[in-house]
């Protein structure tokens, strides 16, 4: 009887373990089966992100492009044979209480085909990616130059006048050109072989435009070449790659692609001269608020400050030093910065949701008239910005607790708290809304 007992209860504990065994690996492939599941699901969502290496709007792209196609169809065989391999191993072999099977310790004919087949394969792939990362280097057919320059949290661009007196290859339709100063949309035209040339000013950044070409580490102290180009005029967008402060999250970049004659209309734009706006409007009074307040760090060029300082003119030109007031020594221009779309780092779309959407979704024919008419009144995304003037370091990380940072001698870290009042506001916006 206590034998019987006995073997009874072993029994039942064999088969508590088995139930126990297979729960657990039918809990497995469920999780597996979920997972799989939402990484279709995710990938279905990104078809149509902006942000999409699937979707290559340019050369370098396209080379990328036709590069992972190859490289995440072989992976996925492979992804497939082992989970397959795993799925049978799992249901076949598992414990059911008989002998340990034979092992293969030792076999040397099956050790060298495991690792001759993943040879091959990286071998298969290795030969046309180093191909293709040697063709995304070369910059010898580029026709513009345009330097870049990261900075916690913003990009800065800066078009470079060439010897024959031309930016990107095209002239001025009136006066002498002169160099472009931007932030947070660099501007390209269509069919044009753009050179970036990257550095940064703190910390390492990295640029990445997926649609346009892959990414581009910006090294303080060196600088780096990406090669920009796209024959379909629209915007593209990208953001920092590489981990670099509070706010990496909200440094973000797009490209505008313009058709040659937009390209043309963008460049008269930014080379026009300053005109303050009429005398006894709001966007008059927001002129001396600008002046008084943002010009310390921000410029606008050809503004003038109408009190004078020497005895040969009633005006002079309102110079900006943030190397005296920021640490990082810079700050974005704001010359036409309503043409822009976006502001701070372009974490903030300047124009309301509809109005975005009409400009982005807008075909290459019809894009170039709706960016170049800037940021009206109406499509102005007012919260957002107003958000930005009360109190920028709340809207987007600067700085954390001071004593845990090097010393700065006073100066600040990103846009500072600046306690501007309502009127304050409503002036700034006044006048900004004329910078386009």
């Not at 497939?80 to 076949?92: E, M, P, S, T």
């Not at 040697?134 to 130059?145: G, H």
């Not at 967008?237 to 209309?265: I, K, W, Y």
Request: negative net charge; glycine residues 8%; aromatic residues 8%.
């Amino acid at each position: 009887m206590s034998h019987s007992h006995e073997d009874h209860e072993r029994t039942m504990s064999t088969d508590v373990r088995t139930t126990r065994r297979l729960s657990s690996v039918r809990s497995s492939l469920t999780t597996a089966g979920l997972a799989v599941t939402a990484m279709i699901g995710l990938s279905a969502c990104a078809s149509n992100a902006p942000q999409d290496t699937w979707q290559p709007a340019g050369e370098n792209a396209q080379k990328i492009h036709d590069l992972q196609w190859p490289v995440f169809t072989v992976a996925g065989i492979v992804g497939v044979i082992v989970l397959v391999f795993i799925g049978v191993i799992v249901f076949r072999f598992r414990d059911k209480g008989q002998a340990i099977p034979e092992q293969t310790h030792g076999k040397a004919w099956l050790e060298y085909l495991f690792i001759a087949i993943p040879a091959v394969i990286l071998a298969a792939i290795a030969i046309p990616t180093v191909g293709v990362v040697l063709a995304l280097a070369e910059t010898d057919d580029t026709e513009c130059i345009i330097n870049v320059t990261g900075q916690q949290w913003w990009w800065e661009y800066d078009y470079e006048v060439e010897p024959d007196g031309s930016i990107c290859g095209f002239a001025p339709s009136a006066g002498e050109a002169s160099p472009i100063i931007t932030s947070g949309q660099v501007v390209i035209p269509a069919g044009t072989n753009v050179l970036l040339r990257g550095t940064s000013r703190d910390v390492i950044h990295s640029y990445w435009i997926p649609r346009l070409n892959g990414k581009r580490d910006m090294v303080p102290g060196r600088v780096h070449y990406l090669r920009l180009q796209s024959d379909t005029p629209g915007i593209y967008a990208g953001q920092c790659t590489e981990f670099c402060g509070l706010s990496h999250a909200n440094m973000r970049m797009e490209t505008v692609v313009l058709a040659p004659a937009d390209f043309q209309r963008w460049l008269d734009n930014e080379l026009e001269p300053y005109k303050s706006p009429a005398e006894g409007t709001l966007a008059k009074e927001g002129e001396a608020t600008y002046i008084t307040q943002c010009a310390r760090c921000h410029q606008v060029n050809g503004l003038v400050d109408d009190k004078g300082t020497d005895d040969t003119s009633d005006d002079t030109v309102v110079v900006s030093y943030p190397d005296q007031f920021v640490f990082s020594g810079a700050a974005p221009n704001l010359t036409n910065l309503m043409g822009r779309n976006t502001f701070a780092g372009a974490s903030w779309d300047l124009l309301t949701p509809e109005c975005r959407e009409d400009v982005w979704e807008a075909s290459p024919e019809e894009f170039g008239e709706k960016y170049l008419a800037g940021v009206t009144e109406d499509c102005l995304n007012d919260i957002d910005l107003r958000e930005w003037l009360r109190n920028a370091p709340a809207k987007k990380p600067m700085y954390a607790d001071a004593e845990l940072l090097e010393p700065t001698d006073g100066k600040t870290r990103g846009m500072p708290y600046l306690a501007l009042s309502e009127d304050q506001i409503d002036q700034l916006i006044a006048y900004l809304l004329e910078r386009k």
